[in-house]
C-alpha cells in the first residue's frame, strides 16, 4: 500500500512539473565523468515511469544558495535511474543530496 501511495505522489508532483530526486553516484570511468550524476527519483522503479522525466531540467542548490543547472538525458539501468548531465562539475558535497528536476 505504501508503495502504491509513493508512486501516485511521485506522479502527481510530476503534474505539477517538479520532482525531487536524490544524487545517488556521479557516473565513473577512465576518463572521467565529473558532469554526469546517476539520480534515482523515490517511487519511480521501472524504466517505463523513469523515461516520462527525460528531458526534464535539473537544479541542484547549494547550501550557500549557488545553484549548478544540468538535464536528463537518458535512463540508466534496469530499476529506474536516471543520466543527469550538469553544466560544470559537481562538488563531492552534492552525493546524497537532492536535485529538483522540473519538467518542460
Do not use: C
Not at 24 to 43: E, F, H, K, L, T
Not at 53 to 71: D, Q
Amino acid at each position: 500500500m505504501l508503495k502504491n501511495s509513493l508512486i501516485n505522489a511521485v506522479f502527481v508532483s510530476m503534474q505539477a512539473r517538479s520532482v525531487r530526486a536524490r544524487i545517488y553516484s556521479i557516473r565513473r570511468g577512465s576518463i572521467g565523468y565529473a558532469r554526469d550524476a546517476i539520480v534515482i527519483v523515490p517511487g519511480v522503479e521501472t524504466i517505463m515511469d523513469a523515461a516520462k522525466l527525460v528531458g526534464a531540467k535539473a537544479v541542484w542548490r547549494s547550501r550557500t544558495g549557488a545553484e549548478i543547472i544540468g538535464s536528463v538525458l537518458k535512463v540508466w539501468g534496469k530499476h529506474g535511474q536516471l543520466l543527469v548531465r550538469f553544466r560544470r562539475g559537481l562538488p563531492g558535497q552534492a552525493l546524497g543530496d537532492y536535485v529538483d528536476l522540473i519538467m518542460k
